[in-house]
């Protein structure tokens, strides 16, 4: 079955810069496209980016834009997110999610915690 | 900016029929724009009820349907019971690669 599974996640300074990982299994990771979906503190969810399976083309939200990065590696079935100039309104659980048909969020992880504070 | 639209709260009978919508600040939702929904209960990851405006997911009971009413997704759930209690989010493709979400309706079964 399929499985996700997020790390990297901690408290850090605004301005500060975090990598978080989503590592894949259960599925042909290299053949499907893969997002970043964050949930602030009580408050709905929020899509943040996606990649698409061979790394073509990468989409962002605008309040990512220029400062996030998606990347993956399918040697590893591991998708990255790079976290720059993190703000406090940053501040999320961030989960990892595989495509389904259509391109939407399916498979989930269990998410990891991003504290942007001082 | 272009907001995708939820019901911020609903309520429901049990063995009641509800449906949640979801629309946009300015135009109509089609099938083009491949409509999923989600459920999501406190501290849970969410899960995937609905994909492709009316595809259930693997596992989703057949309580759970989806559809284009008027110019809006919908999602009815038929029968409802005490665990479909649950924050409901929808999610459209609005092209170029962009993903939004609504702002989520919050179903209560009572």
């Known amino acids: 079955q399929v499985q996700l599974v997020e790390s990297g996640g901690g408290v850090v300074q605004p301005g500060g810069s975090l990598r978080l990982s989503c590592a894949a299994s259960g599925f042909t990771f290299s053949s499907y496209g893969m997002h970043w979906v964050r949930q602030a503190p009580g408050k709905g969810l929020e899509w943040v980016a996606f990649i698409r399976y061979d790394g073509s083309n990468k989409y962002y939200a605008d309040s990512v834009k220029g400062r996030f990065t998606i990347s993956r590696d399918n040697s590893k079935n591991t998708l990255y997110l790079q976290m720059n100039s993190l703000r406090a309104e940053d501040t999320a659980v961030y989960y990892c999610?595989?495509?389904?048909?259509?391109?939407?969020?399916?498979?989930w992880g269990q998410g990891t915690l991003v504290t942007v504070s001082s | 900016q272009t907001v995708v639209t939820q019901e911020p709260s609903f309520s429901v009978s049990p063995g009641g029929t509800v449906t949640l919508t979801c629309g946009l600040s300015?135009?109509?939702?089609?099938?083009?724009?491949?409509p999923s929904w989600y459920q999501q209960t406190p501290g849970q990851a969410p899960r995937t009820l609905i994909y492709s405006t009316n595809t259930r997911s693997s596992g989703v009971p057949d309580r759970f349907s989806g559809s284009i009413l008027g110019n809006k997704a919908a999602l009815t759930i038929t029968g409802a019971q005490a665990d479909d209690e649950s924050d409901y989010y929808c999610?459209?493709?609005?092209?170029?690669?962009?993903?939004?979400f609504g702002g989520g309706t919050k179903l209560t079964v009572l």
């Open positions: 300015s135009g109509s939702v089609s099938t083009s724009y491949y």
């Open positions: 999610v459209l493709y609005m092209g170029s690669g962009i993903r939004v």
């Open positions: 999610a595989k495509e389904i048909h259509g391109g939407n969020p399916d498979d």
